[in-house]
């Protein structure tokens, strides 16, 4: 199956997953100043935004989710854990 699709939809969701890269790139990149990396991830939040409208912030933030999941489902079965409870883990305060 060719990836010969160029719709709207199509673009968007190679915008957001872009967009959802850069945003992490942007905090795993600058290991020394945690501050920089912050700001960067949200500067490229805010040109989603800026480019996109909040449409395109809420794809970004869609894949953003599902990159997050499917990472989560791939630590939890080399752990033996259940994805969800993973989850749990990492985002209790």
Sequence with gaps: MGDDRSGPAEFVDRRARARAYE???ALLSDDHCHERGVAA???VTSAALAESGASGLAD???EL???LASALER???DQGLIA???AEVWFAE
């Design 23 to 25: 945003s992490v790139k």
């Design 65 to 67: 989710a599902l990159k």
């Design 41 to 43: 991830a949200h500067g």
């Design 75 to 77: 630590i939890a079965t």
């Design 60 to 62: 970004m933030t869609v």
């Design 84 to 86: 969800a409870d993973l």
